[in-house]
């Protein structure tokens, strides 16, 4: 079936630094999203995208996330600066239709130091 | 507020056997309802999905799940489980913003 790929598939930095996830989204779906997922909890939605823009985002999307997907290509999670909380395995999916079924990639997972 | 809980973190059973993993969801408005796995170093992958018709979904793979309203249930059911489906499975419920909110998550474990 369609697939969507996380590059890289672990990340490791030292906290202050800046982190780039990059996901290939199955390649004619319009919709993105993120989740943040912390070791041992449950997988949290942080942020949606359509059309270049941010749909809707939680709480947990804090003002040092952002997200991009430049001219089709990757759909990407920027954290500027890191923080020691942000050690998670981030989950990218993509969907053709709102609400229709999102597809996963197999998770970043990011330590923080 | 939207929320899925699933009270068993952990099932064991024996090959060949059938499984129930349980799943309870909490939301105001017609639910659209998930169940996905996960095995190791993959992404997740939908099993079924409810939107709406049927309470008795089927699925890949030979699961099946019923959706209740008035439980605020959507049970996953194998009527006889292999080795290979040992894996994590969630249940998940999008909302009217399409986000979706996930279970913990349930490990299954398959003797063989």
Same mark, same amino acid.
């Given at each position: 079936?369609?697939?969507?790929?996380? +590059?890289?598939?672990?990340? +490791? +930095?030292?906290?202050?630094?800046?982190?780039?996830?990059?996901? @290939?989204?199955?390649?004619?779906?319009?919709?993105?999203?993120?989740?943040?997922? +912390?070791?041992?909890?449950?997988?949290?939605f942080l942020v949606n995208f359509y059309n270049?823009?941010?749909?809707?985002?939680?709480?947990?999307?804090?003002?040092?996330?952002?997200?991009?997907?430049? @001219?089709?290509?990757?759909?990407?999670?920027?954290?500027?600066?890191?923080?020691?909380?942000?050690?998670?395995?981030?989950?990218?999916?993509?969907?053709?239709?709102?609400?229709?079924?999102?597809?996963?990639?197999?998770?970043?997972?990011?330590?923080?130091? | 507020?939207? %929320?899925?809980?699933?009270?068993?973190?952990?099932?064991?059973?024996?090959?060949?056997?059938?499984?129930?993993?349980?799943?309870?969801?909490?939301? =105001?408005?017609?639910?659209?309802?998930?169940?996905?796995?996960?095995?190791?170093?993959?992404?997740?992958?939908?099993?079924?999905?409810?939107?709406?018709?049927?309470?008795?979904?089927?699925?890949?793979?030979?699961?099946?799940?019923?959706?209740?309203? %008035?439980? %605020? %249930?959507?049970?996953?059911?194998?009527?006889?489980?292999?080795?290979?489906? =040992?894996?994590?499975?969630?249940?998940?419920?999008?909302?009217?913003?399409?986000?979706?909110?996930?279970?913990?998550?349930?490990?299954?474990?398959?003797?063989?």
């Open positions: 079936g369609p697939k969507v790929l996380q +590059i890289p598939s672990h990340q +490791i +930095i030292d906290m202050g630094q800046m982190v780039t996830l990059n996901c @290939d989204p199955v390649s004619n779906h319009l919709y993105f999203y993120w989740y943040k997922q +912390i070791l041992g909890q449950q997988m949290e270049g823009k941010v749909m809707e985002k939680s709480k947990l999307f804090k003002d040092q996330f952002s997200v991009e997907r430049p @001219d089709g290509s990757y759909f990407t999670l920027k954290i500027q600066p890191t923080a020691l909380e942000d050690s998670a395995v981030y989950f990218c999916a993509s969907s053709f239709h709102w609400r229709a079924e999102q597809f996963f990639g197999p998770g970043t997972r990011l330590t923080v130091l | 507020a939207q %929320s899925v809980t699933q009270p068993d973190a952990r099932v064991t059973v024996s090959e060949g056997a059938s499984l129930q993993l349980r799943c309870k969801y909490s939301y =105001s408005a017609t639910p659209y309802l998930f169940w996905y796995v996960q095995y190791p170093r993959q992404g997740l992958q939908m099993l079924l999905k409810y939107y709406s018709g049927d309470p008795v979904v089927q699925g890949v793979n030979g699961f099946e799940a019923e959706f209740s309203k %008035s439980d %605020s %249930s959507f049970h996953l059911r194998k009527a006889s489980v292999h080795w290979s489906d =040992s894996a994590v499975y969630f249940c998940a419920v999008s909302a009217d913003n399409n986000r979706i909110f996930f279970g913990d998550g349930t490990q299954l474990v398959v003797k063989p």
